[in-house]
């Protein structure tokens, strides 16, 4: 059984950082297409960014310039870096994986961005 699992949420003040990880279990990052979602209150899920099985990135407008997505392989894990965060980046960020076994979601980290 192939299981996701997010983690560093927190709440940080507009400007700030944070660096969400996503941990895989059951498959290999290498296989997969990892994607990050967001979902805030009363809002549609979004796409915020994936990194392909080959390493290619792509972004939301929203975040372009201020989020950087990665893996490590040999950790089995992708990492998004979060920087200049505002408070509409306030949302659950959720973790996906699509491969050739299907597809997974975590459980989700809260990311709050307030003074």
């Known amino acids: 059984q192939v299981q996701v699992v997010e983690s560093g949420g927190g709440l940080v003040q507009p400007g700030g950082s944070l660096r969400l990880s996503c941990a895989l279990s059951?498959?290999?990052?290498?296989?997969?297409?990892m994607y990050w979602y967001r979902q805030a209150p009363g809002k549609e899920r979004e796409l915020v960014a994936f990194?392909?099985?080959?390493?290619?990135?792509n972004y939301v407008d929203s975040v372009k310039g201020r989020f950087t997505v990665s893996k490590d392989n040999t950790k089995n894990a992708v990492y998004l870096q979060m920087n200049s965060l505002k408070p509409e980046d306030t949302a659950i960020y959720y973790c996906?994986?699509?491969?050739?076994?299907?597809?997974?979601w975590g459980q989700g980290t809260q990311v709050t961005v307030s003074s």
């Open positions: 059951g498959s290999i990052i290498r296989i997969n297409t």
């Open positions: 996906r994986r699509i491969g050739p076994s299907g597809a997974s």
């Open positions: 990194i392909t099985s080959s390493g290619s990135t």
